[in-house]
């Protein structure tokens, strides 16, 4: 086996594709895997993913396959760009193709659906502790890597080697900065908690409650993000970086968020199954929320805003009513 490519990256949705037509921007031989043979012979024959980042073209250097086996031979890299529901999938579709010379990245943000756990544990579990691990998170819309404007990024892995790898082949100077991160647990609960606490800032805004409102979740979620981080041994300071108070903001105030925009139908009166259509992507937040809750009861976190946007997605509960028990809740010290 032989390393052809830089990177293979292992799905080709709109945040695989952004970052592959990003790397190969930069001079990166990159190779970008879709499941359906029919998709990528059509973003072959395209040169640009019309359904996800439509006017943005393809660089030569950037190939394409649908056969798995080939994506894996052809390099020891692999960044791994699916939805949390196909994460656990995917590892086992390819675990019986990677050699000791592989090392692995993923960008999937969530918990793992069967067991609630984080995703880190899911790959060792899977994958067992000899392949070398990294998430790679932060405040990014795949749209803009695309179009080449300015975005920071945060990798995380307990190796050493693997990080810095990572850091110096993706960097680019120009549109593309990747800081470095040792905390796994940090970084991973960062990029699960916003996405609730988007969908709460989006029912709010919804409903017109206006910024004063917006604000407010966005600083008690990052509390609630603290709390439940600093239970399970992450550090403080991961949860006020990029991957953390980074994430949470763009999630919250910006609507090419796909949580921010599915509160946002809710908060307008639309049922859940509207609003999941209307949304149009994966809404990885209402499975998040449950996740939470139930990591939040099982630590003994107090996690308010969590809990009334999973009574409000799981048990019919009314907006309005879930507002007032947010706000009717005991005034303490602000302190976290």
Known sequence: MSSKYDFSIIGAGSFGTSFAISLSRQGKRVLLFGRSKEGIDSLSLDRENKKYLPNISFPSSLDLTSDLKYAISC????LIFVPTLSFRTVLNDIKPFLS??????????????????LLKDTAEEILGSNIPLAFLSGP??????????????????DNEDF????????????SLRVYTNNDFTGVQLGSVVKNVIAIAAGISDGMGFGANARV??????????????????????????MSGLGDLVLTC???KSRNRRFGLYIGQGQSLDDAKKNTGKVVEGFVNAKQLRNLAKK????????????????NKQNVKEAI?????????????
């Open 299 to 314: 630590v003994n976190v107090e996690m308010p805003i969590v809990e009334q946007v999973y009574n409000i997605l799981y």
């Open 163 to 174: 990080l810095h790898d990572l850091q110096t082949k993706i960097n680019c100077s120009q």
């Open 253 to 255: 105030t910006d609507n």
């Open 75 to 78: 390099s020891y890299t692999l």
């Open 216 to 241: 407010a979740l966005i600083t008690r979620g990052l509390a609630e993000m603290v709390r439940l981080a600093e239970k399970l041994g992450a550090h403080e300071k991961t949860i006020y970086g």
């Open 140 to 157: 990014n819309f795949a749209r803009e890597i695309a179009e080449g404007l300015p975005t920071v990024s945060t990798v995380v892995s």
């Open 100 to 117: 000791e010379k592989h090392k692995i990245c993923w960008a999937t943000k969530g918990l793992d659906p069967v067991t609630g756990n």
């Open 324 to 336: 007032e028990i947010l706000m009717s809740r005991s005034l303490k010290s602000e302190n976290l």
